[in-house]
Antibody, heavy 122, light 110 residues
Framework: QVQLVESGGGVVQPGGSLRLSCAAS????????MHWVRQAPGKGLEWVAF????????YYADSVKGRFTISRDNSKNTLYLQMNSLRAEDTAVYYC???????????????WGQGTLVTVSS | NFMLTQPHSVSESPGKTVTISCTRS????????VQWYQQRPGSSPTTVIY?????PSGVPDRFSGSIDSSSNSASLTISGLKTEDEADYYC?????????FGGGTQLTVL
């Protein structure tokens, strides 16, 4: 069965950096596009970033553009999110999410990880 | 970028029917598919409707989705409400380079 397990969350000071990882299993990771979606405490879902299965396209929300970088290692079945210049408003649970369409993208999610909490605070 | 606007909360009694709306601010609601996700407290979201009106396997047929071009909105309808349907519901759509979520609707079944 599909499993997405995020790690790397924690407490970081404003201006600091953090790298999140998402270990994928139960499907052919290299053929599926992936997303990061976040949820601030008590708030709604916010799409953060997208990476195509072959890394040919990467897209970002305006709120993180220039500060966050999405990447993947298909040989390790792992998705990453490098977060730099972190701000208090980046505090959220970060979900790794799988797009359901192989060798393409549908801009929707069929599987979600359990999330990892990032807290930006001094 | 466009926005998706949902009511903050709705409530209804068990056994009744409730409809949650999702209005697109610009561009046609019909130009890109709409999804609906359910999120119970403390859990990750799950899909209840995808591609406007499709139900994933395992989602009861009490859940249905539709779009209305005249109001530029999508709707999620839940009939025969059960207490287990109490959750937050999010609509989601996209354009060529962004996914967009609605602000979410808290459904209370009382």
């Amino acid at each position: 069965q599909v499993q997405l397990v995020e790690s790397g969350g924690g407490v970081v000071q404003p201006g600091g950096s953090l790298r999140l990882s998402c270990a994928a299993s139960g499907f052919t990771f290299s053929t599926y596009s992936m997303h990061w979606v976040r949820q601030a405490p008590g708030k709604g879902l916010e799409w953060v970033a997208f990476i195509r299965y072959d890394e040919s396209n990467k897209y970002y929300a305006d709120s993180v553009k220039g500060r966050f970088t999405i990447s993947r290692d298909n040989s390790k079945n792992t998705l990453y999110l490098q977060m730099n210049s972190l701000r208090a408003e980046d505090t959220a649970v970060y979900y790794c999410a799988k797009d359901p369409r192989s060798y393409s993208n549908s801009w929707r999610v069929d599987y979600w990880g359990q999330g990892t909490l990032v807290t930006v605070s001094s | 970028n466009f926005m998706l606007t949902q009511p903050h909360s709705v409530s209804e009694s068990p056994g009744k029917t409730v409809t949650i709306s999702c209005t697109r601010s610009s561009g046609s609601i019909a130009s890109n598919y709409v999804q609906w996700y359910q999120q119970r407290p403390g859990s990750s979201p799950t899909t209840v409707i995808y591609e406007d009106d499709q139900r994933p396997s395992g989602v009861p047929d009490r859940f249905s989705g539709s779009i209305d071009s005249s109001s530029n909105s999508a709707s999620l309808t839940i009939s025969g409400l059960k207490t287990e349907d109490e959750a937050d519901y999010y609509c989601q759509s996209y354009d060529s380079s962004n996914a967009v979520f609605g602000g979410g609707t808290q459904l209370t079944v009382l």
